[in-house]
T-cell receptor, first 111, second 117 residues
Framework: KNQVEQSPQSLIILEGKNCTLQCNYTVSPFSNLRWYKQDTGRGPVSLTIMTFSENTKSNGRYTATLDADTKQSSLHITASQLSDSASYICVVAGTASKLTFGTGTRLQVTL | DTAVSQTPKYLVTQMGNDKSIKCEQNLGHDTMYWYKQDSKKFLKIMFSYNNKELIINETVPNRFSPKSPDKAHLNLHINSLELGDSAVYFC????????????????FGPGTRLTVT
């Protein structure tokens, strides 16, 4: 069964600190892995998309890594800001034209 | 200059009613999607249309019927609404997504919060 598990479920950090969110998946075959940011009351916004051959990709203060052998990905946020408070969703695309979504990590950045 | 728009943003209705949610994208994309996000924030795809043709139809009750009058619009009609239909429904679009991969970035609308009482 295709699954995407994310950890932690929720996280509270101080502004300016770094954090790392984890994603483990069992989707097979694998096409690509995406990280989305979803603000409260808004639709998800894509941060990164990585294919099998890519093991790291950055988007500003967001850096995603992918280990296709262990089927793990992480999203590292550097120098967090209050505006980073959101849910971060890991999504894996299989070549069967289906996306499998994780349930997300709820990040809260505080002063 | 909204990329993907949905109406209405909120919809409160009683069980048994029929309702529609509209979606429009001005990105020139060929593929549009409907997703359901439940109370646990879990997103699940319902339908996907490519250039007005249905390409994905997940296990969704046939009370849900998508309609795509043109490739810029994908509406969702729901008959005989049930309590379990309460959720946030997201429309999304992307460049053409063939059956083998989903390489293209998807752009999501703001969502429609449906509450069935």
């Amino acid at each position: 069964k295709n699954q995407v598990e994310q950890s932690p479920q929720s996280l509270i950090i101080l502004e300016g600190k770094n954090c790392t969110l984890q994603c483990n998946y069992t989707v097979s075959p694998f096409s690509n892995l995406r990280w989305y940011k979803q603000d409260t009351g808004r639709g998800p916004v894509s941060l990164t998309i990585m294919t099998f051959s890519e093991n790291t990709k950055s988007n500003g203060r967001y850096t995603a890594t992918l280990d296709a052998d262990t089927k793990q990905s992480s999203l590292h946020i550097t120098a967090s800001q209050l505006s980073d408070s959101a849910s971060y969703i890991c999504v894996v695309a299989g070549t069967a034209s289906k996306l499998t979504f994780g349930t997300g990590t709820r990040l809260q950045v505080t002063l | 200059d909204t990329a993907v728009s949905q109406t209405p943003k909120y919809l409160v209705t009683q069980m048994g009613n029929d309702k529609s949610i509209k979606c429009e994208q001005n990105l020139g994309h060929d593929t549009m999607y409907w997703y359901k996000q439940d109370s646990k924030k879990f997103l699940k795809i319902m339908f996907s249309y490519n250039n007005k043709e249905l390409i994905i139809n997940e296990t969704v009750p046939n009370r849900f019927s998508p309609k795509s009058p043109d490739k810029a619009h994908l509406n969702l009609h729901i008959n005989s609404l049930e309590l379990g239909d309460s959720a946030v429904y997201f429309c999304a679009s992307s460049q053409f997504a063939d059956r083998q991969s989903y390489s293209y970035e998807q752009y999501f609308g703001p969502g429609t919060r449906l509450t069935v009482t």
